[in-house]
């Protein structure tokens, strides 16, 4: 007997495709719409807001930098005391102070201003040494002074407890440099020192006549000469405060030209002594 082979396969049948919607389905698509669109209004309210603040912070930024720039600069920005509750330390009646030897306070340039050309600006005076290959500025300051020139000075009151100020200034012999006296009445020259009210750094490079802090107070003479030392009386002088000065000629037909050097007691310094 042949063999009877069967072939039976399996049906397929494909998945009915049109769905259909119960009524919750349709009932629920109106909420779940206004869900969809009250998402995107508060995202794109969001992105408004925040886009507006970016801007915002971006004009006050540029015009905080305008402003800083235009009424201030670091020259003008107050010092912060380093020498926090010294005064009331040195108030203790059982504190026990140390003597201290007086300070010899420098400046790195003097500026010179005309009487007559009253908007000129002058270049400072700077000597340079050769140094190796180069050339490197060294610590010299020029006390120019004529009848037209005025020489002006700022000082920085240094350290705590040192507030008695002395503006002084010392000449070298006759003939030991090239620093010159002169004046119609002979060596010995007369000059008037008037103190500025400044509070802040003067920008020295860029300094004229006209742009002179106001009033000026006279407050005393030098009497100037070859080989000594003058030192004007003392006034109190606050820690880390600006001391400035002008310096001018008293006496006719004066020319004064002396150059300090280093930062020993040499041309116009001031002179710092201990008052705790």
Not at 16 to 23: A, C, K, L
């Amino acid at each position: 007997m042949s063999p009877i082979f069967s072939n039976h396969r399996e049906g397929y049948h494909a998945l009915d495709q049109v769905t259909h919607s119960g009524d919750e389905d349709i009932e629920d698509l109106p909420q779940r719409t206004k869900y969809k669109y009250t998402l995107s209004d508060w995202l794109l309210a969001i992105t408004i807001v925040c886009t507006i603040l970016d801007f915002s912070l971006v004009v006050w930024d540029r015009v905080l930098q305008v402003d800083l720039r235009s009424t201030s600069s670091s020259d003008e920005l107050p010092f912060q005391n380093p020498y926090l509750n010294l005064e009331i330390l040195y108030k203790d009646p059982d504190f026990k102070s140390s003597t201290h030897d007086p300070i010899i306070n420098t400046v790195p340039v003097i500026a010179q201003v005309s009487n007559r050309e009253r908007q000129k600006i002058f270049p400072l005076f700077q000597h340079y040494s050769s140094r190796g290959q180069g050339r490197a500025p060294t610590n010299e300051r020029r006390l120019l002074v004529t009848h037209e020139l005025e020489s002006i000075a700022q000082f920085r009151v240094l350290d705590f407890g040192m507030e008695n100020c002395s503006l002084s200034l010392t000449v070298p012999p006759r003939n030991s440099t090239g620093d010159l006296l002169y004046t119609d009445l002979g060596d010995s020259i007369i000059l008037d020192v008037w103190s500025l009210p400044a509070r802040h750094k003067l920008d020295l490079y860029n300094l004229s006549w006209s742009k002179l802090p106001r009033p000026r107070v006279h407050i005393g003479h030098m009497n100037v000469s070859y080989g000594k030392t003058y030192r004007m009386p003392s006034i109190p002088c606050k820690s880390q405060s600006y001391q400035t000065f002008a310096v001018s000629c008293s006496s006719p037909g004066c020319l004064v030209n002396v150059t300090g050097k280093d930062m020993g007691p040499s041309g116009l310094y001031m002179y710092q002594s201990q008052t705790v």
